[in-house]
Antibody, heavy 115, light 107 residues
Framework: QVQLQESGPGLVKPSETLSLTCTVSGRSITSNYWTWHRQTPGKGLEWIGNIHYSGRTNYNPSLKSRVTIFIDTSKTRFSLKLSSVTAADTAVYYC?????????WGQGTLVTVSS | EIVLTQSPGTLSLSPGERATLSCRASQSVNSNSLAWYVQKVGQAPRLLIYDASTRATGIPDRFSGSGSGTDFTLTISGLEPEDFAVYYCQQYGGSPVTFGLGTKVEI
């Protein structure tokens, strides 16, 4: 059984960088793609981007200039950085396995952007 | 970007009734790369259907998916109390991956 767990600050100040980590257990991270989504009441579910274990990344064009996803295979985790955040980046952030449909999701973590 | 429009926004039904949820894409979805999820308050989405019509592991057969091209349907043949939730469609045939805004199935 694959388990994913997001971790990181729940509060980020405007203009700063949001940083989250997803720890994977139950399966090697050296297979598959690994993806970040977020969810807001207004825009719904939004694909942020993904990373292959080889390090290859794909980002949503709407966020591409601000997003970095990287992977640490030795520690079985992958991470998200989103720079220059605004209130519009307030959302529940999910890490998931796969690059298409997703069977395995983290529980989600709420990140609020506020001063 | 492929825009997914789900209808209706809210579906009011009773246990035992049949639910029919629609997901329409702004352009054809490659290889019928469409999934359905259910989400309850405070939980992550749970996969029901992928590749338009394949049930995910452990999903009861009262859930079925159909459709191709731009029009897709999720049918719940007889609503159980635990089925009252929000349902989302997702396309992964084009980049970026996109989701619909959801259909709430309420009692």
């Amino acid at each position: 059984q694959v388990q994913l767990q997001e971790s990181g600050p729940g509060l980020v100040k405007p203009s700063e960088t949001l940083s989250l980590t997803c720890t994977v257990s139950g399966r090697s991270i050296t297979s598959n793609y690994w993806t970040w989504h977020r969810q807001t009441p207004g825009k719904g579910l939004e694909w942020i981007g993904n990373i292959h274990y080889s390090g290859r990344t794909n980002y949503n064009p709407s966020l591409k200039s601000r997003v970095t996803i990287f992977i640490d295979t030795s520690k079985t985790r992958f991470s998200l950085k989103l720079s220059s955040v605004t209130a519009a980046d307030t959302a529940v952030y999910y890490c998931v396995r796969g690059d298409g449909w997703h069977l395995y999701w983290g529980q989600g973590t709420l990140v609020t952007v506020s001063s | 970007e492929i825009v997914l429009t789900q209808s209706p926004g809210t579906l009011s039904l009773s246990p035992g009734e049949r639910a029919t949820l629609s997901c329409r894409a702004s352009q054809s979805v490659n290889s019928n790369s469409l999934a359905w999820y259910v989400q309850k308050v405070g939980q992550a989405p749970r996969l029901l259907i992928y590749d338009a019509s394949t049930r995910a592991t452990g999903i009861p057969d009262r859930f079925s998916g159909s459709g191709s091209g731009t029009d897709f349907t999720l049918t719940i043949s007889g609503l159980e109390p635990e089925d009252f939730a929000v349902y989302y469609c997702q396309q992964y045939g084009g980049s970026p991956v996109t989701f619909g805004l959801g259909t709430k199935v309420e009692i």
